[in-house]
């Protein structure tokens, strides 16, 4: 990632990589095709974490590098907390029986 130059247009083809599988496994669901768009698919998504990492650090610098990455990963973490938050509380397969039949 380093010494690529054009990081925006390699985000960009790993976009249209990712929507290639997922048309390809929602319109031709058979199971070539299928692997197929998931090794795509499993491909073009380990290029997003240093691309996203290495634009962050020429947009910001080395000195305020940490501070911008902590700050995505606790906005991430609440994010996953308010999404376990809601489906434990709002989904009824997470839930018994009789507590269901108790409260509602």
Not at 2 to 14: C, E, F, M, N, V
Not at 30 to 44: E, K, R
Not at 54 to 78: E, M, P, Q
């Amino acid at each position: 990632m380093d010494y690529i130059h054009a990081k925006r247009t390699l985000i960009a083809a790993g976009v249209g990589a990712l929507a290639l599988g997922a048309l390809l496994v929602a319109f031709v669901p058979t199971f070539w095709s299928v692997m197929s768009a998931q090794v795509l698919i499993g491909a073009t998504s380990s290029l997003f974490g240093p691309a996203v990492c290495a634009i962050s650090l020429g947009i910001v610098g080395h000195h305020l590098f940490d501070a911008r990455f902590n700050a995505g990963f606790l906005f991430l973490a609440a994010i996953a907390a308010m999404a376990f938050s809601i489906l434990y509380f709002f989904m009824p397969e997470t839930r018994d029986k009789s507590f269901l039949n108790e409260h509602l």
